[in-house]
Structures are given as structure tokens and as C-alpha cells.
């Protein structure tokens, strides 16, 4: 669970620059209301919940035998695309909610690792690799 919350707070310094990308943008834009925070607050809550539960549930997956391993992840990757869908679905629906912030929270675990990728790409100052 060590390594689960580690990379939850990758994930999070992510979040927050999302957050804070969106904020000038909309400020910038002029479109900036209630919506944008609800939507941010929305899906920073559920990017990392649906985070953690990835890594819970690969974790249990790793201590299982392979035929149980599959069928545990299979199930659990049903369960965790109905609950997005719902999660997603909640916000465009209302109109107290940003949807699109939500998509981006989402995404933010992509964002990260993409970042991390590209960064152990750049070599660094006064060193050799």
C-alpha cells in the first residue's frame, strides 16, 4: 500500500497543476465560475479514489495464481468503467459541475507517467548516464 500512496501524490502534484492550468485558463477566458471548482474539487476526489483502487486491486491481483489474477482483474475492470461512467456522467448531467474539468482530473494519471517518461529522457546537467 506504501507504493500505492506514493504514486497517489505523483498523481496529486499532477492534479494540482492541472487545477491550476484550468483556473488562468478560465480566468483568462473569462469563463471562470462556481462550475470550474465544483469540477475540480469533483474529479480531484475521484481521479485518486479510482487511482487507489487500481492499486489495491492490482496489488491483491499479484498475490493470486494467474487464472485467478485474470479473472479478478477482468471483474474488477467492469466494476471500475461502470463507476467512471457514472463518475463522468454525473457532471455533464448537472450543471453545478464542470464536466470537462473532471475528464482532465482523470487523465491526470496518464499526464504523469507521459511526464516522467519524457523526463528520464532529458539527460542531466553535468552528468553522465
Known sequence: MDIILT???????TLLLIDIGIVVFTLAAKMFDSSIIYGMIYGFIFAELNFILLGTVVEKALSMDAKNAKKHMKINYIM???LLFII???PFISTK???WCVVLA??????TYFTIGFAGLI???GGRD
Not at 7 to 12: H, P, R, T
Not at 106 to 111: A, G, N, Q, V
Open 106 to 111: 482523470m487523465l491526470s494519471p496518464k499526464f
Open 80 to 82: 471500475r468503467f461502470a
Open 7 to 13: 504514486e497517489a501524490k505523483k498523481v496529486a502534484i
Open 88 to 90: 463522468l456522467a454525473i
Open 123 to 125: 539527460p542531466k546537467k
Open 97 to 99: 459541475i464542470n464536466g
